[in-house]
């Protein structure tokens, strides 16, 4: 069993509490949160104790390992105190929403702590992980051409956005990370074009809802990703990989697959809800391959994946703001030492 600790235990962190107090190899020994309130509850729900005092999550005489859920500002944070202590951490993205201090603190992280993994969660998702298998063992050739799909059901909260760092970090990045992670190839270069149709007001923030945006990878293969806030009928995401022998996809995922027939009409189950509804497995997936990377596996996504992400999403807003393409521009990591 390996005792965990979970810092947030705000809307993210309630469903790591769920996962953690689930999982066979975990014992969830504490719910860390600035809100006592909300740490006690949370704790008391998944069988845990709520704490307040940071030193309790790191302290490697009580817990092998920490999950960070808490807010985007303290991500950095608390990955170099995970550093310090030398313990295994599980870091939502991002590690931080400025690059450069996300470089810094990946730079001091990675040569103390002896796994760390950032929770791109879909790379989890069941047929993403097929996708993935199909592509890399070369069954539909060379890759071409990635199509992706993200549209969410509703706009988020205008605080939210407010300091979610815009759309190419906050949504798009994660098929960013996708289309790494199916090529095997850094893109070279990006050009990202977006309105905000949806919210007007996100003009005002330097933002936008409704994008597209079309990668270069090295050799000329291309990945187009369309990327919406809000489409009111659910929530849409597919992929298609297109290649020099053959094609796969991954489809909408439907809350059913009943099919109701009558004259002159099809009923078809229709999309889930919201954007939790459909990736939540994934969620206990990617916590199941961190725990059994505690045990002598391979983990991924690494830190240093997940700088490349945010890279390419850096590249993307920027070319929002200039019309133009933009070159990527993949951080160098060298060992650091922060105060």
Request: proline share 5%; aromatic share 6%; charged share 25%.
């Amino acid at each position: 069993m390996h005792r965990f600790a979970l810092l947030g235990a705000g809307f993210i962190g309630s469903v790591h509490a769920a996962n953690l107090a689930a999982h066979p190899g975990v014992d969830l020994v504490a719910v860390y949160d600035i809100d006592g309130g909300r740490a006690t509850s949370l704790a008391e729900r998944v069988h845990s104790r709520g704490t307040t005092d940071i030193s309790d999550v790191f302290d490697r005489a009580e817990i092998d390992a920490v999950l960070i859920a808490s807010s985007t500002d303290t991500h950095a944070e608390h990955l170099r105190r995970a550093a310090d202590a030398a313990m295994p951490v599980l870091c939502e993205k991002p590690i931080d929403l400025e690059l450069a201090r996300a470089v810094d603190v990946t730079a001091y992280a990675l040569p103390r702590t002896p796994h760390a993994m950032v929770d791109f969660n879909r790379r989890f998702d069941r047929d993403y992980a097929e996708l993935h298998r199909i592509v890399r063992s070369g069954q539909i050739g060379d890759v071409e051409l990635i199509q992706m799909t993200s549209r969410g059901p509703s706009m988020p909260p205008l605080d939210y956005i407010a300091v979610s760092g815009g759309q190419m970090r906050d949504q798009t990045v994660h098929f960013f990370d996708l289309a790494r992670w199916f090529s095997g190839l850094d893109p070279v270069t990006v050009f990202a074009a977006g309105s905000a149709l949806a919210e007007p007001r996100l003009a005002d923030l330097g933002d936008v809802d409704t994008s597209a945006v079309v990668l270069e990878l090295p050799g000329g293969a291309l990945v187009q990703i369309d990327s919406t806030r809000r489409i009111g009928y659910g929530y849409d995401e597919r992929i298609e990989i297109l290649g020099s022998t053959g094609m796969v996809e991954a489809r909408r995922h439907r809350t059913g697959s009943v099919s109701r027939y009558s004259r002159g009409h099809v009923v078809d189950d229709g999309l889930h809800d919201g954007w939790f509804e459909r990736v939540a497995p994934s969620y206990r997936a990617a916590l199941d391959h961190f725990v059994q990377a505690l045990d002598g596996g391979q983990i991924e996504p690494t830190l240093t994946e997940a700088l490349k992400a945010q890279a390419i999403a850096e590249a993307a807003t920027a070319s929002l703001h200039s019309g133009r393409t933009e070159p990527i521009v993949y951080p160098t990591l060298t060992e650091r030492s922060l105060p």
